[in-house]
T-cell receptor, first 113, second 112 residues
Framework: AQSVSQHNHHVILSEAASLELGCNYSYGGTVNLFWYVQYPGQHLQLLLKYFSGDPLVKGIKGFEAEFIKSKFSFNLRKPSVQWSDTAEYFCAVNPSGTYKYIFGTGTRLKVLA | EAGVTQFPSHSVIEKGQTVTLRCDPISGHDNLYWYRRVMGKEIKFLLHFVKESKQDESGMPNNRFLAERTGGTYSTLKVQPAELEDSGVYFC??????????FGPGTRLTVT
């Protein structure tokens, strides 16, 4: 079955620390890849997306992600986190030929001021 | 441009009762999706409408769940009768095409 794994369920960092959240998926075909973020009390917002082309994609608020096809991975990174990055982060995969997203379980990030 | 809206934001019902959730997509979006997140688990796909037609309902858990999208605008998701395991957050999303989906704030359903 198609699945998405986010190995870090809870992450606590101090401000200015670097962030990397892992995302791996199991699907052999072409995929669209996404990272969504849910800030406390808010709805899911698109952070960044990958459809094709340059495997390093940049999103909002200084986030970036790298698609490594051979590893079926789409890890999220930010060089220096801020307190306002405290949120839950979701990796999602959209397999080719379908419209649905398959989500990971989410990673709760807490940034200490 | 208004985003996806959902009503109610929170619903508490007793086991055996009926609840209807509503979703208003972004205007002009033909594609509408329902997802559910049970506490501590991943957000799971329930179904996909294209206009008023159900395109994919492979994620619907059982026949206690009924989704409709009359006229191709807003959608409702009815749970009848509700069971304890139906508790969770129900998200609605909409999109113009296959690519980016825009999510609503979710409805938190608690079945007691």
């Amino acid at each position: 079955a198609q699945s998405v794994s986010q190995h870090n369920h809870h992450v606590i960092l101090s401000e200015a620390a670097s962030l990397e959240l892992g995302c791996n998926y199991s699907y052999g075909g072409t995929v669209n890849l996404f990272w969504y973020v849910q800030y406390p009390g808010q709805h899911l917002q698109l952070l960044l997306k990958y459809f094709s082309g340059d495997p390093l994609v940049k999103g909002i608020k200084g986030f970036e992600a790298e698609f490594i096809k051979s590893k079926f991975s789409f890890n999220l990174r930010k060089p220096s986190v801020q307190w306002s990055d405290t949120a839950e982060y979701f990796c999602a995969v959209n397999p080719s030929g379908t419209y649905k997203y398959i989500f990971g379980t989410g990673t709760r990030l807490k940034v200490l001021a | 441009e208004a985003g996806v809206t959902q009503f109610p934001s929170h619903s508490v019902i007793e086991k055996g009762q009926t609840v209807t959730l509503r979703c208003d997509p972004i205007s002009g979006h033909d594609n509408l999706y329902w997802y559910r997140r049970v506490m501590g688990k991943e957000i799971k796909f329930l179904l996909h409408f294209v206009k008023e037609s159900k395109q994919d309902e492979s994620g619907m858990p059982n026949n206690r769940f009924l989704a409709e999208r009359t006229g191709g605008t807003y959608s409702t998701l009815k749970v009848q009768p509700a069971e304890l395991e139906d508790s969770g957050v129900y998200f609605c999303a909409s999109s113009q095409d296959r690519r980016v989906q825009y999510f609503g704030p979710g409805t938190r359903l608690t079945v007691t």
